[in-house]
C-alpha cells in the first residue's frame, strides 16, 4: 500500500516542485504535479488522489486554503502542509484545519519519504480496518437487511430461525421500517425459495375488488367478469403469500383467510367448488390490532392464527447505531444505479443524516439518499445535497434561537412525525397529537404541509 499511493504535490515554485516530485515518483510513487491551488483542486476533484503533499505559501489560494477545499469535498484525504515560512502558529493553524502533518523547507527528503510511509501504513490498516467490518458487517445481513444494532440483531435472530418452519409470521412496525423486506428474507430463507412469492396490500385494494384479487373469481360471477381469474392465492401455491396491511382486511375476508389457514382451501367468487392450496402465510400491519379487537373491527381468532411468530420492526430513531450503515449502503446502492461517481459525504452532510428522526423510517433515509445522489454535482455528498428539513439543526442546538421560533422547529416536528404515523389521515394524526382536527388542519396549513401527503 505504501509504495502504491498516488499523490497530488502542489508547489508555485517549478524547482521545488519538479525536485519533490521526481524524488517521490523514484520511489515508486504515482505522482500528480499542479503548480498552483486552482489546478490543485480541479486534478483533486477528478478522484484517485490518496495524499495531498502542498506548500504553504502560495499566491491566490494558500495551502491552507486548499486543505480546506480539499476537506470539503473529501475530508478523509490526508494532506500535508510543507513550507520554509515555518512558525508554531501556522503549524497549530495547519493541525487544526486537519493536516495530517507539517513539514518545513528546506525539506529533509529522507524525513519527507519517511512521513509519507508513515501515512501509507495508516492507510493500509484503515483499509483493512474497512474490509474487517465489512465483513462483519456481511454476517449480520439476509437477503438486503442491514444491522449491527441489538435490535436487529435480535430481529435478525428471529428471521433465521422462523424461516425453515412453516409457521405464520406477523410483522409489526410502523411505516418504511421494511416489513416488506423481512417477508422476502423469510421467504428466501425458507424450503419454499423456489416458489413464488406474492404480496397483496390490503390497503391499496378496494373492497370490491379484494375479494376477487385473493380468491381469483369464475366466469360470469359479477358484471364485467368476463371469464375465470385465478386469485392470488392459487399463483402463490408452493410459495410464499405476504399480506401487507393486514389490519384493513374487511371483516368478512377475514373470515374467509381463517379458513384458509385452518383447512388449506378456499372457493373462488361465483363458485362452490373447495380449491385446496399450499401456501405459507405471512402478514403485516403497522396498525395496532388489538385496539382493532375491542372495537370489533379484527377478528380475534384470525389474529392468534397469523400471531404465531410475532417480528416487532424497531422505528429508524431507535437503532441510531446503523444509521451510518445504512447511508453508506444506499450511497453505493444509487451511486451504481444512476452511473454516478460518488465517493462518500462531508462531514457536515453525515452529521445532519445522523441527527435526524426520520418519520418515514427507512424508506425516507433511501428516499433522502437517492436524491443526494441524483442532485449532487460532486463526488461527495455536502450539507447543500440534501432537503431543507434535513439540513435545519436541532432547536436544542439553535442556541441564537427564539423561543416562539424553538416552539414553532418542536410543533413542525410533532406533526409531521404524526401524519406519517397515521398514513397522512387528518383525523388520525390529530388524535396522536391530541387536537381537534380543525386546529390540525390550520397548521398544517401554517406550515405548509400537504394535507393528503404526510411530509417525508
Request: aromatic residues 6%.
Given at each position: 500500500m505504501a509504495d502504491s499511493l498516488r499523490i497530488l504535490v502542489v508547489d508555485d515554485e517549478p524547482a521545488q516542485l519538479e525536485l519533490v516530485s521526481g524524488f517521490l515518483e523514484k520511489q515508486g510513487f504515482e505522482i500528480l504535479m499542479a503548480e498552483n491551488g486552482a489546478k490543485a483542486l480541479q486534478i483533486f476533484r477528478q478522484g484517485g488522489v490518496d495524499l495531498v503533499l502542498t506548500d504553504q505559501r502560495m499566491a491566490e489560494m494558500s495551502g491552507l486554503d486548499l486543505l480546506k477545499a480539499v476537506h470539503a469535498i473529501n475530508p478523509e484525504t490526508v494532506v500535508i502542509v510543507m513550507t520554509a515560512y515555518g512558525s508554531v502558529e501556522t503549524a497549530v493553524s495547519a493541525i487544526k484545519e486537519g493536516a495530517a502533518d507539517y513539514l518545513t523547507k528546506p525539506l529533509k527528503l529522507d524525513e519527507l519519504l519517511h512521513r509519507i510511509r508513515q501515512v501509507g501504513e495508516r492507510l493500509r490498516l484503515l483499509t483493512e480496518n474497512r474490509e474487517l467490518r465489512e465483513a462483519l458487517r456481511d454476517r449480520h445481513r439476509i437477503e438486503g437487511i442491514i444491522g449491527e444494532s441489538g435490535q436487529m440483531l435480535e430481529v435478525i435472530s428471529l428471521v433465521r430461525r422462523v424461516a425453515p418452519s412453516e409457521a405464520t409470521a406477523l410483522i409489526r412496525g410502523e411505516s418504511g421500517t421494511g416489513k416488506e423486506l423481512i417477508a422476502r428474507a423469510i421467504h428466501y430463507a425458507s424450503p419454499r425459495a423456489s416458489g413464488p412469492l406474492i404480496r397483496?396490500?390490503?390497503?391499496?385494494?378496494?373492497?370490491?375488488?379484494?375479494?376477487?384479487?385473493?380468491?381469483?373469481?369464475?366466469?360470469?360471477?359479477?358484471?364485467?367478469?368476463?371469464?375465470?381469474?385465478?386469485?392470488?392465492?392459487?399463483?402463490?401455491?408452493?410459495?410464499?403469500?405476504?399480506?401487507?396491511?393486514?389490519?384493513?382486511?374487511?371483516?368478512?375476508?377475514?373470515?374467509?383467510?381463517?379458513?384458509?389457514?385452518?383447512?388449506?382451501?378456499?372457493?373462488?367468487?361465483?363458485?362452490?367448488?373447495?380449491?385446496?392450496?399450499?401456501?405459507?402465510?405471512?402478514?403485516?400491519?403497522?396498525?395496532?390490532?388489538?385496539?382493532?379487537?375491542?372495537?370489533?373491527?379484527?377478528?380475534?381468532?384470525?389474529?392468534?392464527?397469523?400471531?404465531?411468530?410475532?417480528?416487532?420492526?424497531?422505528?429508524?430513531?431507535?437503532?441510531?447505531?446503523?444509521?451510518?450503515?445504512?447511508?453508506?449502503?444506499?450511497?453505493?446502492?444509487?451511486?451504481?444505479?444512476?452511473?454516478?461517481?460518488?465517493?462518500?459525504?462531508?462531514?457536515?452532510?453525515?452529521?445532519?443524516?445522523?441527527?435526524?428522526?426520520?418519520?418515514?423510517?427507512?424508506?425516507?433515509?433511501?428516499?433522502?439518499?437517492?436524491?443526494?445522489?441524483?442532485?449532487?454535482?460532486?463526488?461527495?455528498?455536502?450539507?447543500?445535497?440534501?432537503?431543507?428539513?434535513?439540513?435545519?439543526?436541532?432547536?436544542?442546538?439553535?442556541?441564537?434561537?427564539?423561543?416562539?421560533?424553538?416552539?414553532?422547529?418542536?410543533?413542525?416536528?410533532?406533526?409531521?412525525?404524526?401524519?406519517?404515523?397515521?398514513?397522512?389521515?387528518?383525523?388520525?394524526?390529530?388524535?396522536?397529537?391530541?387536537?381537534?382536527?380543525?386546529?390540525?388542519?390550520?397548521?398544517?396549513?401554517?406550515?405548509?404541509?400537504?394535507?393528503?401527503?404526510?411530509?417525508?
Open positions: 397483496v396490500n390490503c390497503a391499496a385494494l378496494p373492497e370490491g375488488l379484494l375479494e376477487s384479487e385473493l380468491f381469483g373469481h369464475e366466469k360470469g360471477a359479477f358484471t364485467g367478469a368476463l371469464s375465470m381469474r385465478k386469485g392470488r392465492f392459487e399463483v402463490a401455491a408452493g410459495g410464499t403469500l405476504f399480506l401487507d396491511e393486514i389490519g384493513d382486511l374487511p371483516l368478512h375476508l377475514q373470515a374467509k383467510l381463517l379458513r384458509v389457514l385452518q383447512e388449506k382451501e378456499f372457493e373462488r367468487v361465483g363458485s362452490s367448488r373447495p380449491i385446496k392450496v399450499d401456501v405459507r402465510i405471512l402478514a403485516a400491519t403497522h396498525r395496532p390490532l388489538e385496539s382493532l379487537i375491542k372495537t370489533g373491527k379484527f377478528r380475534e381468532d384470525l389474529y392468534y392464527r397469523l400471531n404465531v411468530v410475532t417480528i416487532l420492526l424497531p422505528p429508524l430513531r431507535e437503532r441510531r447505531q446503523d444509521l451510518s450503515m445504512l447511508i453508506d449502503h444506499f450511497v453505493r446502492l444509487f451511486a451504481e444505479k444512476n452511473g454516478k461517481r460518488i465517493r462518500g459525504l462531508t462531514r457536515e452532510a453525515r452529521d445532519a443524516l445522523l441527527r435526524y428522526d426520520y418519520p418515514g423510517n427507512v424508506r425516507e433515509l433511501e428516499n433522502l439518499i437517492e436524491r443526494a445522489v441524483v442532485l449532487t454535482r460532486d463526488e461527495v455528498i455536502g450539507r447543500g445535497d440534501l432537503p431543507m428539513i434535513v439540513q435545519e439543526p436541532e432547536t436544542e442546538e439553535a442556541g441564537e434561537a427564539s423561543l416562539p421560533a424553538a416552539v414553532e422547529g418542536i410543533e413542525r416536528r410533532m406533526i409531521r412525525d404524526a401524519m406519517t404515523r397515521a398514513a397522512g389521515v387528518q383525523t388520525r394524526a390529530a388524535e396522536l397529537l391530541g387536537i381537534s382536527e380543525r386546529a390540525l388542519r390550520y397548521k398544517l396549513k401554517k406550515y405548509a404541509f400537504q394535507p393528503d401527503d404526510p411530509p417525508s
